[in-house]
Every structure is written in structure tokens, then in C-alpha cells.
């Protein structure tokens, strides 16, 4: 019963970031969204175009694959918002 | 690819130097300059290997003096604009400790500028990190002494009449014996420059040239937080650079980098002499 309800509640809600494929690893940065404040620096910077603003303006790693961990995101983020999941 | 790639630092070294109980998100408006300040000094802490006992942070009043608010280290939340009067007896107690004065161009330079200059010309190892974003934010964006000619703001409305102060220019002729300047685009340069000022012995400025997006941007139409920023990438001039430049050219130019330096004698070193050669008398 159990697996049903979950494949249930997966196929329901589509995930803005399902197009990363997991199996690589976790995502390249950690996003605190309660921290965020929408200023779209990361947005803006990020020279690989990783981020694309979500319906609050917040960063969401759309191009998640492209990331080369370049430390531009988190060194111009001024609420100390994102960290990288690679250390 | 990302699975392999590690990145040349750490991203969260600020979680340990974080106050456990302060609500975050921080008090500054979205994009403000102060939280990459922030970002800045506590890499710079972390690459030094300083432990948050032997750091004391000392502040006045406005947006950039809430910056030891969030980190825990020993801090001292000052009146306004004695924020180095305050680090001077701090450091002239405890010769021990590194001190470091976290402070804004109206803080600093307007109500607190007699101490300023005072404070270079004795050359006590303080290190003072002017966060300048032309304005007083806080208070409700009136003119600050770092203002630009002709630049709007509430109590200039059409324009202002006087001249700027250049703080590093001030320190320089005041005798500080380490004065850089960054920008917040240029953080990781802004972060080798806290670094440099904290190993100094002697009193060190570094003036961060901030944005102001919510009063300075708004009344001289420089656009957001974002565009302010990247403004400072057009204007920002290295030193090795800046040399070679006329003056017309370094006009509306930020010369960033290590601008002065001196070796000049401490004071607390020099005052520990006094004291030594007439101990036994």
C-alpha cells in the first residue's frame, strides 16, 4: 500500500529540478531558500548560467550540469544563502 | 562535470562563526553589499586560523555596524561614531587580542571623523573595514561626507554642493600604515585585502566601496542592488594600472588594491618601551 501512495504522490507533483540526472551525484549547490531574499546576484553572475529565478525570484539549478564550482555564487551571495554540496 | 570537481575553498566555513541564536535572514535589504563584506571577513578569519577568543569586533551605529550582531565573536556595540575610541582601549588593555572595527563612511568619517583621524595618526594595531556606500542607508538616505558632487539625496535634493572625502587618502596623509581599497564585486581580491590588514601591525583600513541600492540608487537613478554592483566592474581600476592612467582618465575610476603602506612603529609597541625602560626606577 505504501509503495502505491508514493509513486502516486511523485507522478502527481512534477519537480522543478527533475531533469538532473541523480545518478551523478547530488546536486552541485545546497540553496538555503529561507535565507534567500530573491536579489538575483547568482542569477546574474553565475558565468555558466546554472540558476534560472523560480516564481519568488529565487535561484533553482536549472542547468544544474553545467556547474564547474567556480565559487562566484557563494562569494558575491550576500545572505550567505548557498553553499556547494562538494565542499 | 560536477561529480569529480572540487572547488578551490570551502563554501560553508561561515556556519562555525555564525551567532547560534540570531535570526537569519539578515537585517540588510536584498543585494546590499554588507552581507559580501561579511562573506569576505569571515574567509579571511578562516584562512588566518583565528579563533573567535583572540577576535574582538567593535562597531558604531548604521547598516554596516550591524555586522557583529551575526558573528560570534567577542563584540562591542558602540555609540556612534566612537566605535576606534572604543577598539583603541580595547587594544591598548589587551595588546593580545587583534581588534577590528567594522564601520560606514558616516560612522566613521562624519560623526566618529576626529577619532578616525586620530586613530592613524597614532598607528595602533587596529584594523578598521570602512564599509562606504555614499550615503547614510539607516537613517533614511541623507547626505553622507563620502556623498559625490551633484549626487542626489534627502537632504540634498538638488544636488549636492561639496566636495567627497577619499578615506583612504585621508588614512594615508594621517599616517595608517596599511590602506587598501575593494569593491563588493571584487570579493575575492576585497578578502586578500582583509587578510593583508589583519596580519599588518599598525592601523590598517580597508575602505569597501558598497551599494546603496534602497537610497543612493533609487535618488540618482543607478537602478538595483544588481546593476549597482556590476557598476563597480566597469569602474574599478587596478593600482598597477592606475599608474599609468591620466587624471582625466581616473576621473569617475575606483583605484582598488593595496593603495599605502608604511613601516612606520606601532604604538603599543612603542608605549611597552616607555613602560620597560623605567620599570625599575
Known sequence: MSETAQSENTGSKPKAQSKYDYSKGPLPLNINMSWCKACNICIALCPQQVFEPDRDGKPIQARAENCTQCTICWVHCPDLAITSNYK | ?281
Request: aromatic residues 8%; proline residues 4%.
Open chain 2, 1 to 281: 562535470m560536477t561529480t569529480a570537481t572540487k572547488p578551490k575553498q570551502k563554501s560553508d566555513v561561515f556556519h562555525q562563526y555564525l551567532r547560534p541564536k540570531k535570526k537569519f535572514p539578515n537585517v540588510w535589504c536584498p543585494g546590499c553589499g554588507i552581507g559580501i563584506v561579511m562573506g569576505a571577513f569571515i574567509r579571511a578569519i578562516d584562512k588566518l586560523g583565528l579563533s573567535k577568543d583572540e577576535v574582538v569586533l567593535v562597531s558604531g551605529i548604521g547598516c554596516s555596524s550591524r555586522f557583529p550582531v551575526y558573528l560570534d565573536f567577542n563584540s562591542l556595540h558602540t555609540t556612534h561614531g566612537r566605535a576606534l575610541p572604543f577598539a583603541t582601549g580595547v587594544k591598548f588593555s589587551r595588546p593580545d587580542l587583534k581588534v577590528i572595527v567594522i564601520t560606514g563612511d558616516g560612522d566613521a568619517l562624519a560623526i566618529g571623523g576626529n577619532h578616525f583621524i586620530h586613530a592613524c595618526r597614532r598607528n595602533i594595531d587596529i584594523t578598521a573595514i570602512l564599509i562606504n556606500n555614499h550615503i547614510y542607508g539607516m537613517t533614511g538616505g541623507q547626505g553622507s561626507p563620502t556623498t559625490p558632487s551633484e549626487a542626489f539625496s534627502t537632504t540634498t535634493p538638488y544636488g549636492n554642493v561639496e566636495k567627497h572625502f577619499e578615506p583612504c587618502d585621508l588614512a594615508a596623509a594621517a599616517g595608517a600604515s596599511y590602506v587598501a581599497r575593494g569593491t563588493v564585486y571584487h570579493a575575492v581580491q576585497l578578502e586578500k585585502a582583509i587578510t593583508q590588514a589583519i596580519e599588518n601591525r599598525g592601523f590598517s583600513l580597508v575602505e569597501a566601496i558598497s551599494n546603496c541600492h534602497t537610497y543612493f540608487g533609487r535618488l540618482n537613478r543607478k537602478g538595483d542592488g544588481l546593476a549597482m554592483i556590476q557598476s563597480f566592474k566597469d569602474r574599478a581600476v587596478p593600482v598597477a594600472r592606475a599608474g599609468k592612467m591620466s587624471e582625466e582618465e581616473l576621473e569617475d575610476k575606483l583605484v582598488i588594491g593595496k593603495l599605502h603602506t608604511t613601516g612606520a612603529t606601532e604604538f603599543c609597541d612603542e608605549y611597552q618601551k616607555v613602560i620597560d625602560a623605567h620599570k625599575e626606577k
